[in-house]
């Protein structure tokens, strides 16, 4: 039961912003996801979240309480860390169990209670072992067990997957989404994978250098992006960009011209999804361009070509061949196009 | 490793082991020199007429009736009081060690987990305390001490013995602390505990050997020490170091100098036995798990 606001929360060292002016409330039971690249300051708003960093500016409320001022200890909150962070004397059963010590919860409940978290992540064979005899994997549940444990207000999880290969990431990443709705308890996770940020949260705030870009849901996020730097973060591959101009309604750019936008003349960069455009018969798209690099996907074929700067992708069928240097056409209809200023970057189709 | 020891031709590999026992006999050779001459009467151990008498005892035998005596020891111990300076010893131990490891412990954590600049130049500051030699400080306190009427006691000694120790045990303690990860401090405090209790009950359990290795090099000064407890104590609360010296005699005073050698042997032999017994403790790795994901 928490909700959790953020009001002008600002974090400075010195002269550098870590994290500027953040705004956001965050609903009880929310699975919130802090998604950006390294440095933009989505750790840093967890950790002043847990009270781990001090406040530089502005107000974090859980339940209406401002916790500017408390202890990590006494906001009720669980953190998993990037390194797991095992109490590395302890085995996993009291490791799992140091929670309830310290807070001096009713010594004739720990068992119980450690044996419900440990079973929840699979970790019953393991409680006697200590964290050095553990794989990866298996630390990573511990650290989850031990933030279960107590059944707190918030979970805080900083990247709990970058230290797992990737074939594990992908069963863990199930395991917490599951997890997460069996315990339906605030959560905030933060992570650079976009594709983690896709598939856990319930909402994404995507950041970068300390500003918040965009607030929304996954599909809003992917679908709508508010600025070019979303575009160009969330998508595998990222979102096309083409600098251009629009005159009339029509968006011209080397090899390309896009009639049919409603958008005010001048310049613009106008983005569109590999997944959107097609192959279109020689001539009839509106970007011709020789091929400049095709790769094999298994379920598709994405193929690249070069509009000045950027590479421009195309998901084809997965049956399609050619060679590099043949010339393409591209179909791009209006309807899935996204425009943004060039100057700003900011999104301005309606 | 061991195909390559295998590999070795067997001649180099003789030629090394050679090496190693002739290096040890080197090195063990005059402890056990000692142990063996302490108990010989002078008159064997510093023969003038014929070094083998220390091998044969031959005024050993004359003077005792056996060719081993225990006279030095006795001398040394019971006549001289050599337990009272043990007893000395012990104590000047025992508080400087305790209280150098407990302001270490504190303090080495506190500036390895400390995100002011300060804190790098009260190590550096240190590092130059700890470089100077401790009698430069003597002009410095002595006067003082008469004149409070302090000097002779041991609790002097001991504070100064801290004072000169610190230095070192703030250096060391803070580079084992900054070999924790920060994340473990962290997350114990989440976990519920506040700073110190994170320190007791997650830190200094994973700092075990850090400790014991400061510890046992803090003893090893307490216990060496000559230039300060020399200096400092009076001849009741002389402790070993400075007894040994004190049974060599002095221009005034004709010592005996089989006491010395029995007490040399007496004050060596609780460091062997001490190094063995810690040596399991200071390799043992218990940050195993911790430091890596």
């Not at chain 1, 002269?15 to 989505?42: R, Y």
């Not at chain 1, 393409?328 to 301005?348: A, K, N, Y």
């Not at chain 2, 506040?194 to 510890?215: D, E, N, S, Y």
């Amino acid at each position: 039961m928490a909700e959790i606001q953020l009001r002008n929360v600002n974090k400075r060292w010195g002269n550098f912003v870590g994290v500027d002016n953040f705004n956001l409330t965050i609903p009880d039971k929310e699975f919130l996801v802090l998604l950006g690249p390294s440095g933009c300051g989505k750790t840093t708003t967890m950790r002043m979240i847990a009270g781990l960093e001090d406040i530089t500016d502005g107000e974090i409320a859980i339940d209406g309480k401002v916790v500017n001022s408390l202890d990590p200890k006494d906001r009720d909150v669980a953190m998993v860390f990037q390194s797991y962070a095992l109490y590395p004397n302890m085995n996993v059963y009291e490791n799992i169990r140091f929670p309830l010590k310290v807070r001096g919860i009713d010594p004739s409940t720990h068992d119980a209670k450690v044996r419900r978290a440990s079973a929840m992540v699979e970790l019953d064979d393991f409680l006697h072992r200590k964290p050095a005899e553990l794989s990866g994997g298996q630390r990573q549940r511990v650290a989850l067990a031990r933030a279960i444990v107590r059944e707190p207000n918030v979970f805080l999880m900083d990247e709990p997957l970058s230290n797992l290969d990737a074939k594990l990431r992908v069963s863990t990443r199930a395991q917490i989404k599951n997890l997460s709705h069996e315990l339906a308890v605030t959560t905030i996770y933060v992570t650079h994978d976009q594709i983690e940020a896709m598939t856990l949260a319930d909402r994404v705030v995507v950041m970068e250098k300390g500003i918040v870009q965009q607030v929304g849901s996954p599909t809003e996020i992917y679908d709508r992006p508010a600025n070019m730097f979303v575009a160009s973060f969330i998508g595998n591959p990222a979102m096309n960009l083409i600098n251009g101009d629009i005159q009339n309604g029509t968006f011209e750019a080397r090899d390309t011209r896009i009639p049919g936008l409603s958008a005010a003349s001048g310049k613009t960069t106008l983005g569109f999804r590999a997944e959107d455009a097609s192959l279109a018969a020689a001539g009839e798209g509106q970007i011709t361009a020789p091929i400049y690099t095709l790769e094999l996907l298994g379920d598709a074929t994405m193929i690249s070509v070069r509009i000045g700067q950027a590479l421009v992708a195309v998901k084809a069928d997965k049956t399609f061949r050619a060679e590099i240097g043949d010339p393409i056409s591209i179909r791009v209809p209006p309807e899935i196009c996204h425009l943004f200023s060039t100057d700003t970057g900011q999104r301005i189709d309606g | 490793m061991a195909s390559q020891v295998q590999k070795r031709p067997v001649l180099l590999q003789t030629v090394l082991v050679g090496i190693l026992i002739l290096w040890m006999i080197a090195a063990a050779f005059p402890f056990f020199w000692t142990l063996w001459g302490s108990f010989k009467v002078e008159g064997d151990f510093f023969s003038l007429a014929d070094w083998t008498n220390v091998l044969t005892g031959e005024m050993t035998t004359r003077e005792t009736g056996d060719a081993f005596t225990t006279e030095g020891y006795t001398g040394a111990w019971v006549q001289e009081e050599f337990w009272k300076a043990a007893w000395n010893s012990t104590l000047v131990c025992l508080f400087v060690v305790t209280i150098s490891l407990t302001l270490g412990t504190l303090g080495g954590y506190a500036l390895a987990r400390s995100t002011y600049r300060y804190a790098f130049w009260f190590l550096l500051i240190a590092l130059i305390f700890r470089a100077m030699p401790p009698i430069t400080l003597v002009s410095g306190y002595l006067p003082v001490f008469f004149q409070w009427n302090i000097w002779g006691h041991l609790p002097t000694a001991i504070i100064v013995l801290v004072a000169i120790n610190q230095p070192f045990t703030l250096w060391m303690l803070h580079s084992f602390f900054k070999n924790i990860p920060q994340d473990l401090d962290e997350s114990a405090m989440v976990d519920g505990c506040t700073r110190f209790q994170a320190f007791r009950h997650v830190i200094i359990p994973v700092m075990w050997p850090g400790v014991i290795t400061t510890g046992l090099f803090s003893f090893l000064l307490a216990y060496n020490d000559f230039a300060v407890t020399a200096m400092i104590l009076d001849k009741q609360n002389q402790t070993m170091v400075p007894k040994i010296a004190s049974f060599l005699g002095t221009t005034q005073t004709k010592g005996n100098v089989m006491f010395a050698v029995a007490a040399v042997v007496s004050t060596t032999a609780p460091l062997f036995l001490l190094i063995m017994f810690f040596q399991r403790q200071i390799v043992s790795g218990l940050t195993a798990g911790a430091v890596k994901g």
